[in-house]
C-alpha cells in the first residue's frame, strides 16, 4: 500500500507542483487539505477541490476553522489590542498558525505517514508550519519540494507543462491572502523600502464617500452588536464590519517587521474590521480598566503578539497569558460610537455602566467631590517626598535645614 501524506493545499502553482510531485515522483497517496480561516467564498473552495482532483490527489478536505480560530486565536488579539509594531494586525501570522494547527490534527486523524507544505526557503511560513508540525506530530516526516529542491517558479511551470498539467500560469501581479482578520497584499513595490501600492493593487476599491456613524457593542471586550444588529459569534459581526467598512479604504496600510529569519519585510494589508474593532475596544478599555491593569496588559499583549507572530501559539506561556487576558474584560462591556469616512475614521467615544470617568468623584481640571485642597496638599508632599530627599542629600554645598 502507498505511504499517506496530507498536504496543505491553496490550488496555486507551489502546491499543484507538490501534488503531482508527491503523487508520481515519490509514489505517495496524497490527501489534500485546504483550510478555510473566514476568506474563502464556497464557490473558490469548490474551485479548489475540482483543481486538486485534477491534480491528482486521493482525497480533498475542507477544514471550516473559522470560528474555532476566533475562538483560540483572534479574540486575545482583541483582548490585548495587539498591533505590531503599532500597524499590523497579525492578519496573516495569526492564521497560519491555526492553519498548521487544524492540519497537523488531520495527520492524526487519518494516520498519514507524511505531511507536507509548498513553502519556499524564504519566508516566515516555512517556520511556522515545520515548528508547529514538530511540536504536535513529531513522528511524521515533514516534506517540503518547493524548498528542498531549490526550485524557481520556471522551473516548477516547466515540471506541470511536462506532465500534462493546464492551468493559468501568469503571476498576479500581486499575491493576496484573505482571511477573516485581514487581507495581505503582496507585489514588487513591498519589495521596496520606498514605495506605496498603487489603487489597483488593494482587493476592495473605495465606494463609499459619506460619512457613516456606527454603535459598536462589546460584552465583556467581544464585539457583539453593530447597531441595532445583534450576531451569535463574534466572527460574524467581525464579517458583517468588514463588509461596511472596507469599501471606505479604512485599515489599509504597510506593514515593516521583522521575520523570524532575521531579514526585514514589508507587506501591504487591509484590515478595516480588525483596525476598527481593536481601536474601539481599546478605547473602552481606556473607560473602565485601571492604569495597572492597562500597563501590565500592554507589556503582556506585546510579547504574546510578538511570540504569536513567531509561530509559538503552543507554548504554555501563552495560556498563562491568555487567561490574565479573559480576566481583564470582566468589565469592558458597553458601546463605542465611531464614525467612518473615506480612508480614515474616528472613535467619537463610548457609554458604559463600567465607565470610570464618573462625575460623582470628580470632573477633571474643574471639581472633586471626593477629596479636599487639604488632602491633596499632604498627598503632593509625601507622593514626592523621596525625590526631594534626594536632591537634598546630593546637592553640592545644601543649605543648612
Not at 5 to 28: E, H, N, Q
Not at 148 to 158: C, F, M, P, T, V
Not at 225 to 250: T, V
Not at 345 to 367: P, R, W
Request: proline content about 4%; aromatic content about 10%; overall charge negative.
Amino acid at each position: 500500500m502507498k505511504k499517506k501524506v496530507v498536504l496543505a493545499y491553496s490550488g496555486g502553482l507551489d502546491t499543484s507542483f507538490c501534488c503531482i510531485y508527491l503523487t508520481r515522483d515519490l509514489g505517495l497517496e496524497v490527501h489534500s487539505v485546504i483550510v478555510n480561516t473566514g476568506g474563502f467564498s464556497d464557490e473558490e473552495l469548490k474551485a479548489v477541490e475540482k483543481r486538486a482532483f485534477e491534480m491528482g490527489v486521493t482525497s480533498h478536505h475542507v477544514v471550516d476553522e473559522t470560528k474555532n480560530f476566533y475562538d483560540s486565536c483572534v479574540r486575545y488579539l482583541i483582548y490585548g489590542n495587539v498591533l505590531k509594531n503599532n500597524t499590523y494586525p497579525l492578519s496573516v501570522s495569526a492564521e497560519r498558525v491555526s492553519q498548521a494547527t487544524a492540519i497537523a490534527n488531520y495527520v492524526k486523524e487519518i494516520g498519514a505517514e507524511y505531511v507536507a507544505h509548498g513553502s519556499t526557503g524564504a519566508g516566515n511560513d516555512q517556520v511556522r508550519f515545520d515548528m508547529i508540525f514538530n511540536i504536535l506530530i513529531p513522528n511524521v516526516e515533514i516534506l517540503t519540494p518547493i524548498r528542498d529542491l531549490k526550485l524557481s517558479r520556471e522551473e516548477e511551470i516547466e515540471y506541470l507543462k511536462k506532465h500534462g498539467v493546464e492551468m493559468n500560469f501568469e503571476k498576479a501581479k500581486y499575491s493576496i491572502n484573505k482571511g477573516i482578520w485581514g487581507t495581505s497584499v503582496g507585489g514588487k513595490e513591498t519589495l521596496t523600502s520606498n514605495l506605496g501600492l498603487p489603487e489597483e493593487a488593494w482587493p476592495t476599491p473605495v465606494t463609499e464617500t459619506e460619512a457613516r456613524n456606527l454603535e459598536l457593542v462589546f460584552e465583556k471586550g467581544e464585539l457583539v452588536g453593530i447597531d441595532s444588529e445583534s450576531y451569535d459569534h463574534p466572527a460574524k459581526a467581525i464579517q458583517a464590519l468588514q463588509a461596511i467598512a472596507q469599501p471606505y479604504g479604512i485599515g489599509r496600510d504597510i506593514h515593516v517587521g521583522d521575520t523570524i529569519i532575521g531579514i526585514k519585510g514589508r507587506v501591504g494589508f487591509e484590515a478595516a474590521a480588525p483596525v476598527l474593532i481593536i481601536k474601539a475596544h481599546h478605547t473602552l478599555e481606556k473607560h473602565v480598566l485601571t492604569k495597572w491593569q492597562l500597563t501590565w496588559k500592554d507589556q503582556l499583549s506585546t510579547f504574546y503578539g510578538n511570540w504569536l507572530h513567531e509561530g509559538q501559539f503552543h507554548d504554555p506561556v501563552m495560556r498563562n497569558i491568555e487567561a490574565f487576558l479573559d480576566d481583564t474584560q470582566q468589565y469592558v462591556s458597553g458601546k463605542v460610537f465611531v464614525q467612518l469616512l473615506p480612508y480614515r475614521f474616528q472613535v467619537v467615544g463610548i457609554e458604559s455602566a463600567h465607565d470610570l470617568m464618573s462625575n460623582k468623584f470628580g470632573s477633571y481640571g474643574e471639581m472633586n467631590n471626593s477629596w479636599s485642597g487639604d488632602d491633596v496638599k499632604g498627598f503632593s508632599k509625601i507622593f514626592g517626598n523621596q525625590v526631594m530627599i534626594y536632591h537634598k542629600v546630593n546637592t553640592p554645598n545644601p543649605p543648612a535645614p
